[in-house]
Protein backbone atom coordinates (compact mmCIF):
# COMPACT_ATOMS: atom_id res chain seq x y z
CA UNK A 1 0.00 0.00 0.00
CA UNK A 2 2.45 1.99 0.83
CA UNK A 3 4.09 1.84 -2.83
CA UNK A 4 0.44 2.92 -4.44
CA UNK A 5 1.10 5.85 -1.74
CA UNK A 6 4.42 6.89 -3.35
CA UNK A 7 3.20 6.69 -6.64
CA UNK A 8 0.30 9.03 -6.02
CA UNK A 9 2.27 11.60 -3.76
CA UNK A 10 5.14 11.61 -7.07
CA UNK A 11 2.53 12.14 -9.14
CA UNK A 12 0.93 14.66 -7.32
CA UNK A 13 4.18 16.95 -7.33
CA UNK A 14 4.84 15.97 -11.06
CA UNK A 15 1.53 17.70 -11.89
CA UNK A 16 1.79 21.01 -9.20
CA UNK A 17 5.55 20.79 -10.47
CA UNK A 18 5.87 24.67 -12.35
CA UNK A 19 7.75 23.05 -15.44
CA UNK A 20 4.70 20.44 -15.73
CA UNK A 21 2.37 22.98 -15.72
CA UNK A 22 4.51 24.91 -18.30
CA UNK A 23 4.99 21.91 -20.75
CA UNK A 24 1.21 21.53 -20.61
CA UNK A 25 0.53 24.86 -21.21
CA UNK A 26 2.94 24.58 -24.57
CA UNK A 27 1.44 21.63 -25.49
CA UNK A 28 -2.41 23.00 -25.23
CA UNK A 29 -1.28 26.18 -27.25
CA UNK A 30 0.28 24.37 -30.01
CA UNK A 31 -2.68 22.04 -30.38
CA UNK A 32 -4.85 25.06 -30.20
CA UNK A 33 -2.85 26.28 -33.05
CA UNK A 34 -2.77 23.76 -35.22
CA UNK A 35 -6.73 23.09 -34.91
CA UNK A 36 -7.25 26.96 -35.46
CA UNK A 37 -5.07 26.92 -38.28
CA UNK A 38 -6.73 23.84 -39.95
CA UNK A 39 -9.92 25.45 -39.92
CA UNK A 40 -9.07 28.28 -41.11
CA UNK A 41 -7.05 26.66 -44.21
CA UNK A 42 -10.38 24.02 -44.82
CA UNK A 43 -12.92 27.70 -44.83
CA UNK A 44 -10.34 29.55 -47.21
CA UNK A 45 -10.02 26.53 -49.80
CA UNK A 46 -13.77 24.88 -49.49
CA UNK A 47 -15.12 25.52 -52.99
CA UNK A 48 -17.98 27.66 -53.13
CA UNK A 49 -20.49 27.29 -56.67
CA UNK A 50 -20.86 29.99 -58.36
CA UNK A 51 -22.26 31.03 -61.87
CA UNK A 52 -19.64 31.65 -64.60
CA UNK A 53 -19.39 32.59 -68.20
CA UNK A 54 -19.63 29.48 -70.53
CA UNK A 55 -17.94 31.66 -73.09
CA UNK A 56 -16.77 35.58 -73.43
CA UNK A 57 -19.33 37.70 -73.46
CA UNK A 58 -18.99 41.27 -75.45
CA UNK A 59 -19.95 44.59 -74.63
CA UNK A 60 -23.48 45.69 -74.70
CA UNK A 61 -24.71 41.58 -74.94
CA UNK A 62 -27.95 40.37 -72.91
CA UNK A 63 -27.24 38.16 -70.45
CA UNK A 64 -29.20 34.78 -71.26
CA UNK A 65 -29.52 31.49 -68.98
CA UNK A 66 -27.31 29.53 -71.81
CA UNK A 67 -24.73 31.75 -71.34
CA UNK A 68 -23.92 30.84 -67.60
CA UNK A 69 -21.95 27.83 -66.02
CA UNK A 70 -21.78 26.95 -62.37
CA UNK A 71 -18.26 26.17 -60.91
CA UNK A 72 -16.81 25.39 -57.94
CA UNK A 73 -14.41 28.19 -56.41
CA UNK A 74 -12.11 28.42 -53.65
CA UNK A 75 -13.82 30.41 -51.19
CA UNK A 76 -10.59 32.54 -50.18
CA UNK A 77 -9.79 33.61 -53.90
CA UNK A 78 -13.06 35.58 -53.50
CA UNK A 79 -11.91 39.50 -53.18
CA UNK A 80 -14.59 41.73 -55.39
CA UNK A 81 -18.10 41.55 -55.35
CA UNK A 82 -19.88 39.52 -57.67
CA UNK A 83 -22.80 37.87 -58.71
CA UNK A 84 -23.54 34.52 -56.43
CA UNK A 85 -26.86 33.35 -57.77
CA UNK A 86 -27.67 33.06 -61.43
CA UNK A 87 -31.21 34.31 -61.11
CA UNK A 88 -29.88 37.98 -60.59
CA UNK A 89 -27.73 37.62 -63.64
CA UNK A 90 -30.38 36.71 -66.32
CA UNK A 91 -31.51 39.88 -68.15
CA UNK A 92 -28.63 42.00 -67.55
CA UNK A 93 -26.30 43.63 -70.39
CA UNK A 94 -22.52 43.69 -70.33
CA UNK A 95 -21.99 47.32 -70.38
CA UNK A 96 -20.09 49.47 -72.90
CA UNK A 97 -16.67 48.96 -72.22
CA UNK A 98 -16.97 45.53 -70.57
CA UNK A 99 -15.82 42.23 -71.95
CA UNK A 100 -16.46 38.65 -69.96
CA UNK A 101 -13.82 36.29 -70.94
CA UNK A 102 -14.87 32.16 -70.60
CA UNK A 103 -14.63 31.16 -67.24
CA UNK A 104 -15.07 34.53 -65.37
CA UNK A 105 -17.38 35.16 -62.54
CA UNK A 106 -19.59 37.78 -63.07
CA UNK A 107 -18.93 40.95 -61.48
CA UNK A 108 -21.23 43.54 -60.24
CA UNK A 109 -19.33 46.29 -61.87
CA UNK A 110 -19.09 44.49 -65.31
CA UNK A 111 -23.02 44.48 -65.65
CA UNK A 112 -26.10 46.93 -66.37
CA UNK A 113 -29.63 47.25 -66.75
CA UNK A 114 -30.73 47.85 -70.31
CA UNK A 115 -31.75 51.41 -69.81
CA UNK A 116 -28.54 52.62 -68.76
CA UNK A 117 -27.17 51.38 -71.54
CA UNK A 118 -26.17 54.50 -73.51
CA UNK A 119 -27.97 53.72 -76.61
CA UNK A 120 -30.38 51.44 -75.06
CA UNK A 121 -33.80 53.28 -77.10
CA UNK A 122 -31.86 51.24 -80.18
CA UNK A 123 -32.59 47.96 -78.92
CA UNK A 124 -36.28 47.66 -79.21
CA UNK A 125 -36.94 48.09 -82.67
CA UNK A 126 -39.88 46.65 -83.60
CA UNK A 127 -40.26 43.25 -86.36
CA UNK A 128 -40.71 44.90 -89.66
CA UNK A 129 -39.28 48.49 -89.10
CA UNK A 130 -35.27 49.39 -90.06
CA UNK A 131 -33.28 51.25 -87.54
CA UNK A 132 -31.16 54.16 -90.07
CA UNK A 133 -28.46 56.73 -88.95
CA UNK A 134 -29.06 59.62 -90.28
CA UNK A 135 -26.02 62.42 -90.27
CA UNK A 136 -27.07 66.33 -89.95
CA UNK A 137 -26.25 69.27 -89.54
CA UNK A 138 -27.61 72.73 -87.88
CA UNK A 139 -29.32 73.40 -91.23
CA UNK A 140 -30.43 69.90 -92.07
CA UNK A 141 -31.38 69.35 -88.09
CA UNK A 142 -33.84 72.51 -87.85
CA UNK A 143 -31.16 73.96 -85.68
CA UNK A 144 -30.91 70.88 -83.55
CA UNK A 145 -34.83 70.92 -82.55
CA UNK A 146 -35.25 67.11 -83.79
CA UNK A 147 -35.41 65.16 -80.10
CA UNK A 148 -36.17 61.83 -78.98
CA UNK A 149 -39.48 60.29 -79.34
CA UNK A 150 -40.49 63.08 -81.84
CA UNK A 151 -41.65 62.44 -85.54
CA UNK A 152 -40.51 63.97 -88.38
CA UNK A 153 -40.73 63.95 -92.45
CA UNK A 154 -37.80 63.40 -94.49
CA UNK A 155 -37.13 65.64 -97.81
CA UNK A 156 -35.29 65.07 -100.63
CA UNK A 157 -33.60 67.57 -102.90
CA UNK A 158 -31.71 67.60 -106.28
CA UNK A 159 -31.63 68.35 -109.50
CA UNK A 160 -32.29 66.89 -113.02
CA UNK A 161 -31.59 68.29 -116.28
CA UNK A 162 -31.14 72.06 -114.20
CA UNK A 163 -34.51 71.49 -112.77
CA UNK A 164 -34.44 71.27 -108.90
CA UNK A 165 -36.87 68.53 -107.83
CA UNK A 166 -37.64 68.34 -104.04
CA UNK A 167 -40.18 65.96 -102.89
CA UNK A 168 -41.36 64.16 -99.22
CA UNK A 169 -38.94 60.64 -99.37
CA UNK A 170 -40.05 59.50 -95.57
CA UNK A 171 -43.17 60.20 -93.93
CA UNK A 172 -43.80 59.86 -89.74
CA UNK A 173 -40.14 58.56 -88.71
CA UNK A 174 -39.73 58.23 -85.10
CA UNK A 175 -36.67 59.92 -83.45
CA UNK A 176 -35.17 57.18 -81.14
CA UNK A 177 -32.23 58.87 -80.31
CA UNK A 178 -29.59 61.73 -81.06
CA UNK A 179 -25.97 62.10 -80.84
CA UNK A 180 -23.79 64.72 -81.07
Do not use: H
Not at 29 to 56: F, H, M, Q
Amino acid sequence: MNGNNLNASKLTRMIKSKGFVTGLCGVLAVAVLLIGYNIRINNATKPVSLPVAKYTIDPKTKITDDMIEYRDIPKGALNSEYYANKNQIINKYTKINAIIPAGSMFYTELLTEKEELPDSALYDIPEGETLYYLTVNMLTSYTNSILPNNYIDIYMSTKDNGKALVGKLLQNIKILAVKT
